[in-house]
Antibody, heavy 120, light 107 residues
Framework: EMQLVESGGGLVQPGGSLRLSCIAS????????MNWVRQAPGKGLEWLSH????????YYADSVKGRFTVSRDNAKKSLYLQMDNLRPEDTALYFC?????????????WGQGTMVIVSS | DVQMTQSPATLSASVGDRVTIICRVS??????LAWYQQKPGRPPKLLIY???SLESGVPSRFSGSGSGTEFTLTITSLQPDDFATYYC?????????FGQGTKLEVK
């Protein structure tokens, strides 16, 4: 079964940092382009970041550019999101998501998400 | 950035109904649009990719159409399991963007 499992969420004060992790199984992680997407409580989906297979292409949403850093370790089948200078508006469920590949970039595998709460 | 306008925000329907959700895009994205279904407490699930291709395992009552700037998701003969929130998403270019969502509720 193809699966993504996120971890690392929690309660953090404004201005603080968190590092989210995502471990992949059931597919060839090193062949997959990966993304982070978040969803604030009761709100819609917001794409945050993309990293290519070889880490050569990285993109961010303007809302997190300069504060969040995406990375990956293909040997460990893991995706990361380093989140610095967190703000209350970053409170959300964070999903690790795979792009389908094979000529299509739709988001076909989603983790269950890890919750981040930014509050004093 | 590509802006997505999804309508309606809420749709009330009954089991057996045929419903259509519209996604309008601020610039042409060819056919690089996906539709997702999300139920409470669950991650989104890919239904349709490349505007009209049905993801493996998704029932054939779901269909997508459109290209360029206007797209539709149609569900024929609604089933109880279909009441959920639906999102469109463009992947023509970064930043990827989602529609605001359409909540499909029981009439």
């Amino acid at each position: 079964e193809m699966q993504l499992v996120e971890s690392g969420g929690g309660l953090v004060q404004p201005g603080g940092s968190l590092r989210l992790s995502c471990i992949a199984s059931g597919f060839i992680f090193s062949d997959s382009e990966m993304n982070w997407v978040r969803q604030a409580p009761g709100k819609g989906l917001e794409w945050l970041s993309h990293i290519s297979r070889s880490r050569s292409s990285i993109y961010y949403a303007d809302s997190v550019k300069g504060r969040f850093t995406v990375s990956r370790d293909n040997a460990k089948k893991s995706l990361y999101l380093q989140m610095d200078n967190l703000r209350p508006e970053d409170t959300a469920l964070y999903f690790c998501v795979r792009e389908a590949g094979l000529g299509d970039d739709a988001l076909d595998i989603w983790g269950q998400g890890t919750m981040v709460i930014v509050s004093s | 950035d590509v802006q997505m306008t999804q309508s309606p925000a809420t749709l009330s329907a009954s089991v057996g109904d045929r419903v259509t959700i519209i996604c309008r895009v601020s610039q042409s994205i060819d056919n690089l649009l996906a539709w997702y279904q999300q139920k409470p407490g669950r991650p989104p699930k890919l239904l349709i990719y490349k505007a009209s291709s049905l993801e493996s395992g998704v029932p054939s009552r779901f269909s997508g159409s459109g290209s360029g700037t206007e797209f539709t998701l149609t569900i024929t003969s609604l089933q109880p399991d279909d009441f959920a929130t639906y999102y469109c998403q463009q992947y023509h270019g970064y930043p990827y963007t989602f529609g605001q969502g359409t909540k499909l509720e029981v009439k």
